[in-house]
């Protein structure tokens, strides 16, 4: 295995579009990091990527500074090993979308969402920032409903909202070692969006101008991309990925 080759780091890395992610980043040549709360899905799914792209998994709880650090010393060991360049791109995918009424959110169901979905992006690029390459790139994965706030989904919207300011945040301290950038995708095809009531979403894909579900492989291509040399001038911006979802919601 050449020592060139780039290392990611993928948090939520057994979701659907987080695994997406990783097939698309190792098949553009990189070694990976893998993350995320449930451990066996991710050592079960991580099996089926390329040879010799996976360079370890962690059970990692983004809500947690301590397993944030874990993760860290883990790049921080690779670091003497197999990665000798330090790493090169790093996603935040982990996420938690909870429907839930106004009336439903008492402090600990706030809490929740925010320690995932805001808390987690932070504590994770914190704890991973000393170990960025030069040219590096972070990519955060936020929501349309960071944008346009979500009925139901007031602390998970109210968190997404939060991850794209602290993209632009971070865009600006950690330059111009490492970029910065944030994807916001719509109505993506995985589990997280089957708790959405089947007539609400119907409705809301009729409407959208792409009149379809995006694909997490449409997600993860738009992360290659901002990983890339290709986005090399671009930091503290957000992509969307949602069919026209924006325009139409
Ligand atoms: N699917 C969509 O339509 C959609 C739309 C907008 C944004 N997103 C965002 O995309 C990202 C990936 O979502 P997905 O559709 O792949 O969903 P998913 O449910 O398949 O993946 C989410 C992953 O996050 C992990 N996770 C949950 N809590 C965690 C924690 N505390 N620590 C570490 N990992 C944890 C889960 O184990 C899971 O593997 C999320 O950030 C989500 O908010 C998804």
Known sequence: MPNAALTAVITGAAGEIGIAIAERLANA?????????DLSRLDTLAADLPAHSV?????????????????????????TGTLRTGIDCVVCSAGLYEDLAIEEVGPEEWRRSMAVNLDGTFYTVQALRPYLSEGSAVVNIASVAGHRGSVSHTPYAAAKGGV?????????????????NAVSPGLIDTRMIQAL????????VAAMPLQRLGTAAEVADVVVFLASPAAGYITGETIHVNGGHYLHS
Do not use: F, I
């Open 164 to 180: 794209l300011t602290l993209t632009r945040s971070l865009a600006q301290e950690l330059a111009p070692k490492t970029r910065v």
């Open 197 to 204: 009531d089947a007539d609400k979403r119907n409705a809301m």
């Open 55 to 79: 360079l370890a998994t962690q059970r990692h709880d983004v809500a947690s500074m301590a397993d944030a650090e874990a993760l860290a010393k883990t790049c921080a060991t690779l670091r």
């Open 29 to 37: 040549g990189y070694r990976l990091v893998l993350s995320d709360l």
